[in-house]
Nanobody, 120 residues
Framework: QVQLVESGGGLVQPGGSLRLSCAAS????????MGWYRQAPGKQRQLVAH???????VYQDSVKGRFTISRDNAKNTVYLQMNSLKPEDTAVYSC??????????????WGQGTQVTVSS
């Protein structure tokens, strides 16, 4: 089992950028696919992006071209670089470790989440 801790959330103006980090402890981080989810108030949690153990990435249509997921296996960390942020990106963002098959991702372990607020 892997433990996950997110950081990097905060308040940003529309058009701004944030980089979220998710630090993992435990074994075999490099073997896991990693995903970033978000949940806005009153809405269902949705998968924003995921990255396979081999580095392949998949994005939700609404963030393509604006968000970039990456991983550093030497640091046991996955990142979500968010650019051109919009108010509708406001949500609690959580990372997850799991498994990827083709373009799908199945989470197994979750972090506690970090709040991202996009507002002027």
């Amino acid at each position: 089992q892997v433990q996950l801790v997110e950081s990097g959330g905060g308040l940003v103006q529309p058009g701004g950028s944030l980089r979220l980090s998710c630090a993992a402890s435990g074994d075999f981080f490099s073997s896991y696919a990693m995903g970033w989810y978000r949940q806005a108030p009153g809405k269902q949690r949705q998968l924003v992006a995921h990255i396979t153990s081999g580095g392949s990435t998949v994005y939700q249509d609404s963030v393509k071209g604006r968000f970039t997921i990456s991983r550093d296996n030497a640091k046991n960390t996955v990142y979500l670089q968010m650019n051109s942020l919009k108010p509708e990106d406001t949500a609690v963002y959580s990372c997850a470790a799991g498994w990827a098959v083709l373009s799908s991702f199945t989470p197994q372990s979750w972090g506690q989440g970090t709040q991202v607020t996009v507002s002027s």
